[in-house]
């Protein structure tokens, strides 16, 4: 391949250094909600011969690199529409990942595939100088640094992230293996990472997906790269690890890992496992700012953590919910400004017609621009345990929270607050809050809403007391939690202790953080490579694909969805955003990369995915149903509706406000 054709900034790297200045304040405008409306398919590139799993962009987003089953990597000018560089690869298996080298000019191109090596293939000579075998199963992501040009780190299915320095030649044995994250001997044998990111503010953070639905911030200013030579490739699989050696202690520090996740799922662990569900991180991605940190969890939603700002599971305190009464200026419906009042009441109607998405988005909206009211809060709970979306009941709690922080006195939320521990099988907090809202409302206790709510709890209770006397609560029920007294912290410990996980990895667990806000509408069962991240200078919009061949855009703001397009004929997987405009380049299960950017106003997008409340509907059920239900509905069978879903008799319930 000729020079000019690929080797974009190798006049001088400074000017580079110098885009960068001005990179992030022209990406910001880019990506409108003018835009987003005009979004459609521009252009379909054509070169790959089998699915296209992964897609990086140059720094100047001037071009992308493919990467494929076909075992190839192909360098196009997107503007143009050509294909300008064809790469052969010594890889035997699916590339799963390909990054441009950092001030290469383009020239150097890394690549990590399913044969568990990596290799780094000059494109202007298309030639492989170097091939990695180290790593001892399937390499799904590379990550690199614009801080550090040198440095590519890869994460793999033999549970190990390592750290190559390209400035060193590099030699594959078991004495010079750069390992710098080892979930093995902390999870157990079967670890597998799955995705890794380097934030692009502060590089010395790396963010790790694996096997589980834990995302893991390490300091690598704390962590020395070292050598495991219990690692053996024939024995990958087994239990191999032996904890007590000293080649195996202290090799992560106190401080040097934060673990996050969402708050209901690490109390439901026990129950998955036990159901056969797999709740697995298949993507991590930080924002421009490198604050937020955006993970898809397979066969859950997508999250967002804010990394230094962060947010801890919620657990009772009785403190707090006894606090002195509150004035009720915080709730009125005339404390709310106009616009929004409406937005209320649009959504209050959407809720009585039993329109359940829709009036949580209605609230959400309304929420973005009134966020300290109660009212709106409480309302969007009892939208939240109506729809009943997974993970739906505990952001229901959440919400019940913040709105007695906000109102002390505001008695619905209370009412809504043990409803949601109930039904999160937590009902010895539940017995608590009916306890203060007995003492703070004795007018309400009457009410046949709160009534029916102290039967079901007691009913409940009654059912732990005989479990608890036959010694029958066991791990995986569903009622382990309620036999165990303290908070939240010391529930979710004794839960998720087992055998296979070191000390450390206990604690790190209970340490967990909860997210910031969640992203719900896409399914994501079928790949464990599916992508989610943001779009825009300023993370305006999240992006994700899903299993029903359609990519989801949500408005970061209020974490509605606001477009959904159809992106290839099975499975999206990868979306990536060009750095400084509105253009953005995806693939899946097809061959070609598909290209998206703002279309005339009167184009017709036959892409576009009109009805949007179907199309999550049927993509939570896809992903609640069990895996031998997910097997027949990806084969098309079309399965009864659950009980719960047919149509009843509404019991007595705390109308929204």
């Not at 071009?63 to 360098?75: A, E, F, M, N, Q």
């Not at 070292?226 to 992560?252: F, M, V, W």
Request: charged content about 25%; hydrophobic content about 35%.
């Amino acid at each position: 391949m000729r020079h000019r054709k690929i080797s974009l900034l190798n006049s001088v790297i400074s000017q580079e250094k110098g885009l960068r200045e001005g990179i992030h304040q022209h990406s910001t405008n880019q990506v409108t909600p003018e835009l987003i409306d005009r979004l459609g398919l521009e252009a379909e590139l054509e070169g790959h011969e089998g699915c296209v799993n992964c897609i990086d962009w140059d720094y100047t987003g001037q071009y992308i690199v493919t990467g494929s089953d076909d075992r190839t990597l192909l360098v196009w000018n997107p503007h143009t529409k050509m294909k300008i560089a064809h790469l052969r690869t010594q890889h035997v298996n699916n590339i799963f990942s390909v990054k441009f080298m950092p001030e290469s000019g383009n020239r150097m191109i890394a690549a990590g595939a399913g044969d568990s090596k990596i290799s780094l293939i000059d494109a202007e000579r298309n030639e492989t100088v170097t091939v990695c075998s180290c790593h001892l199963s399937r390499v799904k992501k590379l990550a690199v640094s614009n801080a550090h040009p040198t440095i590519l780190w890869s994460g793999a299915e033999d549970g190990t992230v390592r750290q190559m320095d390209l400035r060193e030649p590099h030699v594959c044995s078991e004495t010079t293996s750069q390992i710098l994250v080892n979930l093995l001997i902390h999870c157990g044998s079967m670890s597998e990472i799955k995705t890794i990111a380097s934030n692009p503010v502060r590089s010395e953070l790396l963010a790790v997906g694996a096997g589980d639905p834990y995302a893991r911030l390490y300091d690598r200013r704390m962590i020395n790269p070292y050598t495991c030579q219990a690692l053996d490739r024939a024995r990958i699989g087994r239990p191999l690890i032996n904890r007590e050696s000293s080649e195996n202690k202290d090799l992560l520090p106190d401080g040097c890992v934060n673990y996050f996740i969402p708050g209901h799922v690490s109390c439901r662990l026990p129950e998955y496992r036990k159901q056969n569900r797999s709740i697995t991180t298949t993507h991590v991605a930080f924002d421009s700012r490198g604050q937020k940190l955006l993970v898809n969890l397979g066969s859950e939603q997508i999250y967002l953590y804010d990394i230094f700002d962060r947010v801890s599971p919620v657990y009772l305190s009785v403190d707090k919910l006894q606090a002195p009464r509150a004035s009720q200026s915080g709730i009125k419906s005339k404390g709310i400004p106009p616009a929004v009042k409406v937005m209320k009441e649009q959504a209050n109607t959407a809720f009585e017609k039993g329109k359940y998405n829709l009036a949580v988005d209605l609230y959400n909206l309304a929420i973005s621009k009134c966020p300290n009211s109660a009212l709106l809060l409480s309302n969007k709970a009892a939208a939240l345990m109506k729809r009943k979306w997974m993970g739906d009941v505990y952001d229901a709690l959440r919400a019940c929270l913040s709105a007695i922080e906000l109102d002390p006195d505001y008695m619905k939320a209370y009412y809504r607050l043990a409803r949601c521990l109930l039904d999160l099988k937590r009902p010895k907090e539940a017995e608590k809050v009916v306890i203060i809202f007995e003492e703070k409302f004795p007018d309400e206790v009457e009410q046949g809403w709160f009534k029916l709510l102290k039967t079901d709890l007691k009913a409940v209770l009654e059912s732990l007391t005989a479990i608890e006397n036959n010694g029958r609560a066991q791990s995986g029920s569903g009622y382990v939690e309620m036999s165990i007294e303290g908070n939240h912290y010391e529930i979710m410990a004794r839960l998720n202790t087992d055998r296979n996980l070191s000390p450390a990895e206990v604690s790190w667990r209970k340490s967990a953080h909860d997210y910031e806000r969640r992203f719900c509408g896409h399914c994501n069962t079928t790949t464990d490579i599916k992508e989610a991240n943001f779009f825009g200078g300023e993370g305006q919009y999240v992006i994700a694909g899903s299993d029903d061949g359609s990519f989801f855009v949500w408005d970061h703001e209020t974490t509605n969805i606001v477009k959904i397009l159809r992106g290839d004929e099975s499975i999206v997987n990868c979306l990536q955003p060009h750095p400084t405009t509105c253009l953005l380049a995806t693939s899946g299960i097809d061959s070609v990369v598909r290209l998206w950017s703002p279309r005339p106003e009167n184009f017709e997008n036959e892409r576009l995915v009109k009805d949007s409340v179907s199309a999550a509907l049927a993509n939570q059920r896809r992903m609640e149903a069990d895996p031998f239900q997910m097997m027949l509905l990806s084969m098309g069978y079309n399965l009864p509706r659950d009980a719960e879903e047919e149509e009843e008799e509404a019991p007595p319930q705390c109308q929204n406000s």
